[in-house]
């Protein structure tokens, strides 16, 4: 038997004992919630404290004002190189000789399953329903800025890398705040560096793992009947080590198949509802701008719309957070910026396009009521439009499916566990970078996170650890004040990055690897 044999074994062994004493041990986990609370509580609040005199918290207003700022710096690129981005997915300027673990496609995909998830589907809904049609608008909005946020960070990511003579490679602001700094001989980029390590690490058990697995058990007992959490966490335990365990190529070739899966299956369900609904899109687009601009009759008019927008938004991309450009820092190039365009793609898919999706369906399917006689929606004790159903959260989302298909709520269950399973396995892959960088990059070290990551997802899925969940989502969050900062100081080195390669394509300098003069060119 090898020693990860013999390592995996006592782990599931471990996690057995683990699971037969669950019953038991729920009033300590009502202990340690009380105690883990009154803790942190103070954590958490500093994170999402709105602004004084209003709702919105200071945290979403750092993170669209960055967006606003590097989307002027960088001239509004979003909406300039996309011909350019596409053409690079699809690998038409892809050496392989290059170094780099992945393709900028698997790159792409693996940092859209760490997004793409139940913030599109059950954070939406809570959006439309506080917010009212107008959130989708800002919402919309704080995407297409949020993609000049990925750009810079997952430009720098690559920039600032460590390859190694094996081929692997390790990236992240953990990397471009320590080397970054140094080179411009600013101080703090290692404080910086190892306090977002931890905040990553910490992330990454929590919103990353513990909140997946638990909403991915609700939503399976939901419809299968209740039954103990561990069993579900457990599957996914097994599941998780499985692709972990062969490290970033193993997660990238899972989640390249997966995501295209996830998104044509939820998109797709919702271009039929759209199109059997087509008389009332134009409504919707209506009741959509209308809001934005007035509240049409939501709690807190056009503010509240406006916040809901951004805040959902910014929790749903997590542009400006750090965790993608982790992943996209293993792609195959020696041109950062490329992976920069590439990584403006997704807050563009996981926002406009399937964001937006969520909240046509929504909707065009009447959850929202209004009253007959003034036109306004419905609000009930805690300023929230009421629904058709009385339900919200995925709960709106289900029901408006449900409206013309009867069984979706069993491929809303399929969408949930592939986007819960897809989300764990690429935050696995953010907290162990960031786990390497304090620890050291070694076997050893590698394998003890894996294993406590797995050991997290059981935890997740058979406890109610609100608490820690709320430090978890914190954390995550903090990254982004970190990560920011890390920005704003090494933004010039991108736009030198930016203009040297934009010129390089425009005088023919770079050129398409797949024609066939290009190889022999470079060869």
């Known amino acids: 038997m090898t020693r990860k044999h013999f390592l ?7 996690v057995t004992m683990l699971s037969s004493g669950m019953a038991q041990a729920k009033s300590i986990d009502e202990s340690v919630n009380t105690i883990f609370s009154a803790a942190t509580g103070w954590f958490v609040s500093l994170i999402f404290a709105p602004i004084p005199g209003t709702s919105f918290p200071w945290i979403v207003v750092w993170l669209v004002t960055a967006a606003t700022i590097f989307t002027v710096y960088f001239g509004f690129l979003q909406f300039r190189t996309i011909p350019h981005s596409i053409a690079l997915v699809k690998g038409d300027y892809a050496d392989p000789n290059d170094a780099g673990e992945v393709s900028h496609f698997q790159a792409l995909a693996t940092a859209l399953s760490g997004t793409v998830g139940l913030g599109n589907i059950a954070g939406v809904a809570v959006a439309i329903g506080i917010g009212g049609p107008g959130a989708t608008f800002w919402m919309i909005m704080a995407g297409l800025l949020g993609m000049a946020s990925k750009f810079t960070e997952c430009t720098l990511g690559v920039k600032y890398r460590n390859e190694y003579k094996d081929g692997s490679v390790s990236g992240g602001p953990m990397y471009y705040l320590s080397k970054g700094f140094a080179e411009k001989n600013l101080p703090g980029g290692k404080v910086l560096a190892v306090m977002f390590s931890i905040f990553c690490i910490l992330g990454s058990f929590g919103a990353g793992n513990m ?10 007992s939901g ?3 209740n039954y103990p ?17 062969g490290g970033i190529r193993s997660i990238a070739n899972v989640t390249e198949k997966i995501v295209p899966i996830m998104g044509l299956l939820y998109v797709g369900s919702a271009v039929v509802i759209l199109i059997l609904n087509a008389d009332k899109i134009l409504w919707a687009i209506e009741q959509i701008f209308a809001g934005a601009f007035t509240g049409l009759g939501v709690a807190g008019g056009l503010t509240g719309a406006l916040i809901q927008g951004f805040k959902r938004a910014a ?3 997590e542009a400006g957070v750090g965790s993608a450009a982790i992943a996209h820092s293993a792609v195959q190039t020696k041109e950062p910026v490329t992976e920069g365009l590439v990584s403006l793609l997704e807050p563009f898919i996981d926002t406009v396009v399937i964001c937006t999706m969520t ?3 929504i909707i065009i399917t009447g959850q929202l009521i209004t009253n007959p006689e003034t036109g306004k929606f419905l609000l009930d004790e805690t300023g929230q439009i009421v629904t058709a159903h009385g339900s919200s959260g995925v709960a709106l989302t289900s029901d408006a ?8 709520p069993y491929l809303l269950m399929a969408a949930v566990i592939m986007f819960a399973f897809s989300t764990m396995i690429s935050w696995s892959y953010y907290g162990l970078k960031a786990w390497t960088f304090l620890f050291g990059e070694t076997r050893k070290a590698e394998l003890t996170f894996k294993l406590l990551f797995c050991l997290f997802v059981i935890v997740g899925a058979a406890s109610s650890l609100g608490p820690v969940i709320d430090f978890s989502d914190a954390s995550l969050f903090s990254m982004a ?11 010039p080195i991108v736009k030198t990055e930016l203009n040297s390669y934009m010129a390089r394509l425009r005088n023919g300098s770079i050129v398409k690897y797949k024609n066939s003069k290009t190889r022999e060119a470079r060869s």
């Open 8 to 14: 995996f074994s006592v782990y599931i062994s471990l």
């Open 211 to 220: 909140f997946q697995a638990n909403q991915a058990h609700a939503q399976i």
């Open 223 to 225: 419809l299968f009947g």
């Open 229 to 245: 959490g561990w069993i579900t966490g457990l599957v996914f335990a097994v599941l998780i080590f499985l692709v972990i365990v």
């Open 315 to 317: 929790f749903s991309n």
């Open 359 to 361: 909240a046509l369906v």
């Open 401 to 408: 499916f449900a409206s013309a298909f009867s069984w979706f």
């Open 481 to 491: 004040v970190i990560n920011i900062i890390g920005l704003y100081a090494l933004m």
